[in-house]
């Protein structure tokens, strides 16, 4: 049996199972006023779900983890630690689950039968390995084909929240195993929607897979906000910028939004330039004035500064001629603001203002801005 120890910041907790340690893993949903406002009027509702597997290739979302009314921000972070539970039948999309066992906490690997009266008891039979275990179902429920196991996560409380509910009614004798993921996906629709079975989605759904630490901060951390205009979930490693909460500013000039894109980076967005040739004072100066020029082509309150020899920093706060409510009027997609200053540097390696056989790489600060 599995034994929690938290610590005393919650960051994260420690099983006996190994002494596996689990980090906190979190999402932050943010909203503009505007967005808020248009969300508000459609009575709609922040929805998550996590997804469970039943074999290599299976991976469902079948239950709402956690509703969240409109709010301009809203933490929702968790532990994988995970329990087993079971239900007679299998509500209709739309409605509650309702529990008829207790939680058992399961890590993969450890493996539980249910008796003859529905309680979880230690089982002999052999585990799956990367697998929670329902070894023998020696319990049977009156009316129904058989019973159908519903999993779990830690909630803040010290009990566990549903996550999934086995679709396939386990008669007595069978058998099972479930694998918790750590994918998410989110979505607004109307109503407070608390361990129900997914009825639908009012928007597009939105995404990540927390199963690795974001690539760029090392972190367990992605911000999302859902932007009304476009429809487009708009998702970052890094958190948002105060100044992202405040109402859109009024007076911008229209242009074409391009496309969604899974990551971006929040404006005003900070970028490094790393050389492999030195680039010496005779050259700062030039480089400076030439690549700030070109840059302003597309984004406004451009700053570039060289930080040492081989490194260069490149703050963009805006991008000109965003439409108003737009999702490049709040953030920038990530790898094409990364080819934007990598492009303009070519323009500047092209016209000789840096050293020969100049080299570099682009890539978005990691350190942490939050607002």
């Not at 094409?336 to 070519?346: N, P």
């Amino acid at each position: 049996m599995s034994e929690l120890i938290s610590n005393q910041t919650g960051v994260e907790v420690l099983t006996a199972i190994g002494g596996t340690r689990t980090p906190l893993r979190t999402i932050q949903v943010w909203e503009t006023a505007y967005n808020a406002e248009k969300l508000s009027q459609n009575h709609w509702n922040f929805q998550i779900a996590k997804s469970v597997a039943t074999s290599s290739t299976e991976k469902t979302f079948n239950v709402v983890w956690q509703s969240k009314n409109i709010a301009p921000s809203t933490t929702i972070a968790w532990n994988s630690i995970y329990a087993l539970n079971w239900t007679a039948t299998v509500p209709a999309d739309g409605l509650s689950v309702t529990l008829c066992g207790k939680w058992q906490t399961c890590s993969n690997g450890e493996i539980y039968d249910l008796d003859t009266n529905g309680f979880w008891t230690t089982s002999s039979a052999t585990p799956k390995e990367q697998y929670m275990n329902v070894g023998k179902v020696n319990y049977a429920y009156p009316g129904v084909d058989g019973i159908h196991i519903v999993v779990g996560i830690l909630n803040n409380s010290g009990s566990f929240d549903p996550i999934y509910v086995d679709p396939t009614p386990l008669p007595k004798g069978a058998s099972a195993k479930y694998q918790p993921q750590e994918e998410v996906k989110w979505w607004y629709q109307t109503n407070i929607r608390n361990a129900t079975m997914i009825e639908s989605a009012s928007t597009a759904m939105g995404g990540i897979d927390f199963s690795q630490a974001a690539s760029n901060t090392g972190k367990y951390y992605y911000s999302t906000t859902y932007n009304y205009k476009s429809g487009n979930w708009i998702t970052s490693q890094n958190p948002p910028g105060a100044n992202l909460y405040d109402p859109p500013k009024a007076g911008s000039k229209d242009t074409d939004e391009d496309g969604a894109a899974p990551i971006y980076g929040f404006l005003p967005a900070v970028l490094k330039v790393l050389f492999t040739v030195l680039v010496g004072n005779d050259r700062k100066a030039n480089v400076l004035t030439r690549l700030k020029s070109l840059l302003e082509l597309k984004f406004g309150n451009v700053k570039v500064k060289f930080l040492n020899d081989l490194e260069l920093q490149v703050d963009l706060g805006s991008v000109k001629r965003a439409k108003r409510h737009s999702d490049e009027s709040l953030a920038v997609v990530e790898g094409d603001t990364e080819r934007d200053v990598s492009d303009c540097l070519q323009v500047l390696c092209d016209d000789g203002k840096l050293p020969d056989n100049e080299t570099w790489k682009v890539t978005y600060d990691s350190g942490d801005r939050r607002g």
